[in-house]
């Protein structure tokens, strides 16, 4: 289920995010380089949040995906869309299959800005 899921995330931003390249994470994100000239959306699967939501025994499964942002620009330059725009895409192509839980800036290496937003899928079980 986890990586259907991963897929279906990909594949939505793919749909959406035009020249931007957009993938599953690398098994080794440590080796990953900017190569694309956009930037890059990487999707990876976080983890679960378990919590008992009936009094019939439901439990509500959460399952966490973060998608993370590697762009040059932050705002629209030429035809390029910056990463103020991709988040923005993001959050629209993923609207009635993700919650966006929260959507931050997490650094700033050899020219590339890195954003990341925490999604959460529900499945009831």
């Not at 900017?34 to 949040?49: E, P």
């Not at 890195?114 to 899928?121: D, H, I, K, M, S």
Request: with cysteine; charged share 25%; net charge negative.
């Amino acid at each position: 289920m986890i990586a259907e899921i991963e897929l279906e995330i990909v594949e939505k931003l793919k749909a959406k995010m035009g020249a931007v390249h957009v993938e599953a994470f690398p098994d080794s994100p440590k080796d990953y380089n900017l190569m694309h000239n956009n930037g890059a959306v990487l999707v990876a699967y976080k983890g679960r949040v378990v919590e008992e939501v009936t009094d019939c025994g439901l439990e509500s499964n959460e399952l966490e995906f973060v998608v993370s942002f590697l762009f040059r620009n932050l705002r629209k330059r030429d035809a390029h869309q910056g990463v103020y725009g991709a988040l923005e895409i993001a959050q629209a192509s993923l609207k009635g299959f993700a919650k966006l839980h929260s959507e931050k800036f997490t650094d700033f290496n050899n020219g590339v800005w890195e954003y990341a937003q925490l999604y959460r899928v529900n499945k009831i079980g």
